[in-house]
């Protein structure tokens, strides 16, 4: 069968197109007025976490964020990192986890999109060294309790056969009123 291409066949399937991909979306908004700060902090040094199959710090300096009384800011953070997940025994596979919290005495915030299953590097089944590769995730937060807050990054593996690299490491926080 043959069927005749014309712009207005075009022009409906794209708008039908963008119309389920809008229903499906899921989308996190935040905004803020002006930038008050940026810190950074980053290392060259290698970083192996084998074994921890819960959260566990990124040994790092803090990047510390006061929140004014009756006020609230907005944090945005990104981490950039060269990282390898490889497992130590064969034909073990599992990935690598990675999210950024915001800490206080009372506990995390896993900053949004939040959840644990955010994977920064899979091993792959079969490949006997996987490489390592550049990796980065960005997350953000409108923080409203006051008080002063770590912004840290966790990381776990799925598995105890499992090895997480990082290296030439850097977060970027923005703090936004």
Known sequence: MYVRVTPARIAATLLVGGALLAANAVASMSSGSTQVTIQN????????TSSMLTWKD???PALTVSVPTNGSVLVNARFTAEARCRATLAPSQGPCYLRIVAQKSTGNTVLDPAGDTFRFGVDMPGVGNDRPEDRAVERSI???????????VQRKVASSSIVFDLRYWHLAVTKTA
Do not use: E, F, H, N
Request: hydrophobic share 35%; aromatic share 4%.
């Open 142 to 152: 409108r923080l409203t309790d006051p008080g002063m807050y770590k912004i840290i």
């Open 58 to 60: 990124l040994p790092m």
């Open 41 to 48: 902090r980053g290392d060259a040094v290698s970083s192996t």
